[in-house]
């Protein structure tokens, strides 16, 4: 059997489509999930009273079940209450929902590496409880948690491949299709792959590069 | 006469079929993934302490190509891919099963690799110091400090593991999330809210699995590390 040279001619542009809807959804997914990871692990560093509970409850709640689960949960559970959303909608909030405690947890690890003197410290100079979470914890538990936040930005990125189980035509759900309408399984195995590598090994190039950025100024080690 | 949806889980023999036939195939396809991936990933592991070139650049390519590619991907790639090429034909059970295993066994081989390269150097010394041999200095040194530096990282690729056979489902095996899809037909004018009950049912059935094992990984870190 040849390779068909003229069907990767000819699909590329529904691919490329397909590839743009995905890294839309990844980043809107990996954005929100930034936001409520950072909001859950001050949340956390505080042990503000009642909320914590919840911000717990939830962590717990989203990393120990599937993403398609959830998934299907919002898109077709959901409605049944009233709650209608779009399938993309479902997409994202369900990237963020799973990216969100993930996130959390890698933020809450970098919080607790930034050293005790460091905060006294800051509180000794007369820097007030926020202050003290903006100028000296922040910067320095985002520098040590880098690498599990760029991680985190990937595996969500692979995540969204499940995304045609809500009919989402991202790339992977585009390859099942063609593979159905035509026979051109190799090919559109092959364009998959290869897709996938070109979003995800230059993301993780720059993530590394942004990693080695944020350390520069690293206190101690 | 619609019913209030909550019943819906309880009727006749639905919670039967989600935790007999669904659930009971999902456990299934995980639990022999994990036992084969981690055989071999203990193989893969030990092989990853040479210092031949090749054997590091093919142990590197492996791991990364699972790493990379997502397990969906790697699922169809063996269900529509590999099934053509050898022209045979693999349920997608098999399928799911040879997935899962070369995926664990990729990302056990890292862990045991890891582990192994964190023992101190004095230990491996030492040990040749008093005169054991290699197998005696994997035996009886080296391989019992790293079980315990293994376990945690272990545990957690097991729930990483439960968690993904849910993918299973869209390569048309019967699990927990198919055989509840065809309850929700089934009870579609009976119940109409059945859909919120059944995946929130399904939801709690993979917390409980994966929320133990979680913990226990955790606390074991938090006691192993100190």
């Known amino acids: 059997m040849s390779f068909d040279w003229n069907f990767v001619v000819t699909s590329l542009p529904l691919y490329e489509k397909a590839a743009w809807l995905t890294l839309k959804l990844a980043l809107a997914g990996i954005a929100l999930s930034l936001v409520i990871g950072l909001l859950c692990s001050i949340i956390l560093y505080f042990k503000i009273k009642v909320i914590d509970i919840i911000v717990q409850a939830y962590i717990e709640l989203s990393r120990n ?10 898109y077709f559970g959901l409605p049944k209450l009233g709650l209608k ?5 479902c997409a994202v909030i369900g990237l963020a929902f799973l990216g969100g405690s993930y996130m959390a947890e890698a933020f809450r690890s970098g919080i607790e590496a930034v050293s005790k003197t460091q905060i006294e410290s800051g509180v000794s100079i007369g820097l007030s409880k926020i202050q003290v979470v903006r100028f000296v914890i922040i910067p320095q538990a985002f520098s040590i948690s880098m690498p599990s936040l760029s991680a ?3 595996f969500l990125l692979k995540e969204t491949s499940i995304l045609g189980a809500i009919s989402i035509m991202d790339l992977t759900n585009l390859t099942k299709d063609l593979i159905g309408m035509y026979y051109t399984t190799f090919e559109a195995l092959t364009m998959l792959v290869v897709i996938y ?5 230059p993301l993780s190039f720059v993530l590394s590069l942004i990693e080695r950025k944020v350390r520069y100024a690293e206190f101690g080690n | 006469m619609q019913n209030s949806g909550i019943d819906v889980i309880l009727q006749g023999k639905n919670i039967q079929r989600l935790l007999f036939e669904g659930l009971f195939v999902t456990i299934e396809i995980a639990f022999i993934s994990i036992i084969i991936g981690s055989i071999l990933g203990i193989l893969i592991g030990l092989s990853r302490t040479t210092k031949s070139k090749v054997i590091l650049f093919i142990n590197r390519v492996y791991l990364e190509a699972f790493r990379i590619i997502p397990t969906l991907v790697w699922l169809f790639i063996f269900y529509f891919g590999v099934t053509t090429a ?9 399928v799911s099963i040879i997935v899962f295993s070369l995926w664990g066994a990729a990302e056990m081989g890292d862990i045991v690799r890891g582990a192994l390269q964190s023992l101190p150097q004095h ?3 030492a040990g040749k110091a008093l005169g054991l041999n290699y197998f005696q200095l994997y035996r009886y040194v080296l391989i019992p400090q790293a079980i315990r530096r293994m376990i945690p990282g272990t545990i957690n690729l097991a729930t990483r593991m439960i968690k993904t056979t849910s993918l299973v489902v869209l390569i048309g095996v019967i699990d927990v999330v198919k055989i509840g899809q065809q309850i929700i037909e089934t009870s579609r004018f009976e119940f109409p809210t059945a859909s919120f009950w ?14 133990p094992l979680s913990k226990i990984s955790k606390n074991l870190e938090a006691k192993w590390t100190n």
């Open chain 1, 85 to 89: 959303m779009s399938a993309s909608a």
């Open chain 2, 86 to 94: 050898l022209n045979i034909d693999l349920s997608g059970e098999v």
């Open chain 1, 197 to 201: 590598l070109i979003m995800i090994l």
């Open chain 2, 198 to 211: 059944i995946y929130g049912c399904i939801f709690f059935l993979y917390f409980i699995i994966c929320y």
């Open chain 1, 152 to 154: 985190n930005c990937i």
């Open chain 2, 123 to 125: 230990q491996i010394e």
């Open chain 1, 65 to 74: 079940t599937p993403l398609l689960v959830q998934i299907f949960f919002l």
